[in-house]
Every structure is written in structure tokens, then in C-alpha cells.
Nanobody, 126 residues
């Protein structure tokens, strides 16, 4: 199983980026899927999740209203549309997939996911 994240880059504050995460070796529609991010010297933190059964979206307060998570099951791909970017959004962004088998009390917990992408760097300049 491989999750391949892409779409990161350098953008000015207020700009937009769209991240993609394409899966191979698994079918994303069978999992809840999420995005996490990790800034230098900080722990990995939850950004957004798209649940499996209802397709409900949950967001961290820090990105709510600016980021949108979506998935295209036909393409086996997960997306994160990021608008109104801020310097504090600078981080390596990771996509992840999980299921009830590993769910550990919250979609915001990294331990609730067992497949991870390699990360893509997002840098927002002021």
C-alpha cells in the first residue's frame, strides 16, 4: 500500500494550494481519510478528516473555514484545498487512511490511522 502526496510548494500569505494524495494497493473508499501536518520542532497535528460511511468532514479549528477536504473514489485520490493561507500553515502535510480496526478514540489522533503518505512541504511566506 502506498499513499503518494503531492501539490505542496511555496506560496504567499493569502494564496491557495491544492494537495492531492493518490493511493495504490488499497481502495480509499474503504477507509476514513485525513490530512495531518507537522511544523519544524512540533508534533504532528490533525488538520482534516473525511469519514467513510457518511462522508462527514471534520476540521481543526485552526483551518476551519479555509481548508476543504474531499475525495474522488473513481480516482482513488484524496484532496485538501487550502485557501487564505497563513505563515503558520507552513508544515509538511501528510495524508493518512484508517479504519475501525485501528480507530483509537478520535479522528484527530495519529494512532487512528495505519496508512501514511510520505508528506509534501507547504511553505507560506509573509
Amino acid at each position: 500500500v502506498q499513499l503518494q502526496a503531492s501539490g505542496g510548494g511555496l506560496v504567499q500569505a493569502g494564496g491557495s494550494l491544492k494537495l492531492s494524495c493518490t493511493a495504490s494497493g488499497c481502495t480509499l473508499s474503504e477507509y476514513y481519510v485525513g490530512w495531518f501536518r507537522q511544523a519544524p520542532g512540533k508534533e504532528r497535528e490533525f488538520a482534516a478528516v473525511h469519514t467513510r460511511n457518511t462522508g462527514t468532514e471534520y476540521y481543526a479549528d485552526s483551518v476551519k473555514g479555509r481548508f476543504t477536504i474531499s475525495r474522488d473514489n473513481a480516482r482513488n485520490t484524496l484532496y485538501l484545498q487550502m485557501n487564505s493561507l497563513k505563515p503558520e500553515d507552513t508544515a509538511v502535510y501528510y495524508c493518512a487512511a484508517g479504519s475501525a480496526r485501528v480507530y483509537s478514540g478520535g479522528y484527530y489522533r495519529p494512532s487512528s490511522y495505519f496508512y501514511w503518505g510520505q508528506g509534501t512541504q507547504v511553505t507560506v511566506s509573509s
